[in-house]
């Protein structure tokens, strides 16, 4: 199904919406992995902010300090959060047992106390 038809000036501006979403997306995520943001602060800051809302659960998680691949689909399978689900989409259970409850790092329990962040 095709999307609606825009005229050249529309085409313009979504195109610097999305490009505008991609940086502070990419600044967001640049934080978490400096350490001055974290997964908690990120999935807390989702009641509020629609970027943040639209943003992937794998891609925060990935982007703490030594999450790798294979870390966050043992945090994500646990936590039983899918793949492709978004942080404005988990609920408040699923918030609390993905999010790190310590600073970076400390070993964190996740979902049922497995340590699987650091």
């Known amino acids: ?12 501006l979504a195109l610097l919406k999305a490009a505008q979403a991609r940086t502070a997306r990419s600044e967001l ?12 602060e990120v999935f807390a800051m989702a009641r ?3 970027l943040v809302k639209r ?26 959060v899918e793949t492709k689900r978004r942080v404005g ?10 999010s790190p409850h310590s600073s970076a790092g400390e070993r964190v329990s996740l979902g049922g106390g497995a340590g699987l962040l650091r």
């Open 1 to 12: 199904m095709a999307g609606p038809v825009l005229t050249a000036e529309q085409r313009a």
């Open 89 to 98: 989409s988990l609920g408040e259970a699923q918030r609390e047992r993905s």
């Open 55 to 80: 943003t992937r659960v794998s891609q925060v998680l990935r982007a703490v300090p030594g999450c790798g691949p294979a870390r966050v689909a043992a945090v994500m399978a646990t936590c039983g």
């Open 29 to 40: 995520l640049a934080k978490v992995r400096a350490g001055t943001v974290t997964a908690a």
């Open 48 to 50: 509020d902010d629609d």
